[in-house]
Nanobody, 125 residues
Framework: VQLQAFGGGLVQAGGSLRLSCAAA????????MGWFRRAPGKEREFVAA????????SYADSVKGRFTISRDNAENTVYLQMNSLKPEDTAVYYC???????????????????WGQGTLVTVSS
């Protein structure tokens, strides 16, 4: 499956952005999906994940209550709604697909098989 993330940009602290990740491929609806981010000088870190049907989600503690992951399988798209943004949310955000068709929502990048190219989110103070 091919993934393309978009929707990043520059926003002031406290603002909102919605990232989208469009997938090409019929298997999208059977894959768990995740969002990760890499801040300058830091390792790639888990942000959120959602199971194939959208009924279960998982979030990093740092974004819980502020970010919401969702998906539309009819549109082959997964979203990340980001509210109350902070300067420390500044990073390149990546979407990823887990093709294992298991029930667990993984947080480790190595568990995801397909990656989008990333979209930059910059939060100014």
């Amino acid at each position: 499956v091919q993934l393309q993330a978009f929707g990043g940009g520059l926003v002031q602290a406290g603002g909102s952005l919605r990232l989208s990740c469009a997938a090409a491929g019929r298997a999208f609806s059977t894959y768990a999906m995740g969002w990760f981010r890499r801040a300058p000088g830091k390792e790639r870190e888990f942000v959120a994940a959602i199971n194939w049907g959208g009924s279960r989600t998982s979030y990093a503690d740092s974004v819980k209550g502020r970010f919401t992951i969702s998906r539309d399988n009819a549109e082959n798209t997964v979203y990340l709604q980001m509210n109350s943004l902070k300067p420390e949310d500044t990073a390149v955000y990546y979407c990823a697909a887990d093709s294992s068709r298991g029930s667990y929502l993984f947080t480790a990048p190595l568990s995801y098989d397909y990656w989008g190219q990333g979209t930059l989110v910059t939060v100014s103070s």
